[in-house]
């Protein structure tokens, strides 16, 4: 399958895989799913498809935030295991979907089933309804299927010029 595209699947919160309102750190029933499920079925995957990216993406709803973000200071640090996820605070959605990320990112970089692998925090914000479709901006709802992380793999491509 090393010539196919390879899958991508998303961890809702409408599947049991939510952070607590606002927050990055990953809740321990999460994280023993992490490890559990998700982790074996990655490794998996990365030998079937020949992967050696794995991009998290995190994604969350439009129901607007507020208050001081730290995540300029921070969040490269968070990344790099430096400082504690936990201490991360965002002002936005873009924002907590990258906290997020990394603290997903920070237990996939410490499994030894993905070592070796180029592991990616990235944020969808609130930008992107499931599946691949560009919000239209109108929803200040609560809504569990777009706070979410999806994961996507792939192989590392080449960078193209610009000629």
Same mark, same amino acid.
């Given at each position: !399958? !090393?010539?196919?595209? @390879?899958?991508?699947?998303n961890?809702?919160?409408?599947?049991?895989?939510?952070?607590?309102?606002?927050?990055?750190?990953?809740?321990?029933? &999460?994280?023993? /799913?992490?490890?559990r499920?998700?982790? @074996?079925? %990655? /490794?998996?995957? &990365?030998?079937?498809?020949?992967?050696?990216?794995i991009?998290?993406?995190?994604?969350?709803?439009?129901? @607007?935030?507020?208050?001081?973000?730290?995540?300029?200071? +921070? %969040?490269? /640090?968070?990344?790099?295991?430096?400082?504690q996820?936990? $201490?991360?605070?965002?002002?936005?959605?873009?924002?907590?979907?990258?906290a /997020?990320?990394?603290?997903?990112?920070?237990?996939?970089?410490?499994? @030894?089933?993905?070592?070796?692998?180029?592991?990616?925090? +990235?944020?969808?914000a609130?930008?992107? &309804?499931?599946?691949?479709?560009?919000?239209?901006? $109108?929803?200040?709802?609560?809504?569990?299927?777009r706070?979410?992380?999806?994961?996507?793999?792939?192989? !590392? $491509?080449?960078? %193209?010029?610009?000629?």
């Amino acid at each position: !399958k !090393k010539s196919e595209w @390879p899958p991508f699947f998303n961890l809702s919160e409408e599947d049991g895989y939510y952070f607590d309102t606002g927050q990055a750190t990953l809740r321990p029933d &999460v994280q023993v /799913r992490l490890e559990r499920d998700v982790i @074996p079925r %990655l /490794r998996r995957l &990365v030998a079937e498809y020949g992967i050696d990216v794995i991009e998290v993406i995190g994604h969350t709803d439009e129901v @607007p935030m507020t208050g001081f973000s730290n995540l300029d200071s +921070l %969040l490269v /640090r968070a990344s790099a295991g430096e400082v504690q996820v936990s $201490s991360l605070r965002s002002s936005d959605n873009a924002g907590l979907g990258i906290a /997020r990320a990394v603290s997903v990112v920070n237990l996939f970089r410490s499994a @030894p089933e993905l070592r070796g692998l180029t592991i990616l925090p +990235l944020s969808g914000a609130q930008m992107i &309804v499931p599946v691949d479709r560009l919000s239209d901006g $109108s929803s200040t709802d609560s809504d569990q299927a777009r706070r979410r992380i999806e994961i996507r793999l792939r192989r !590392k $491509s080449e960078q %193209l010029s610009g000629d």
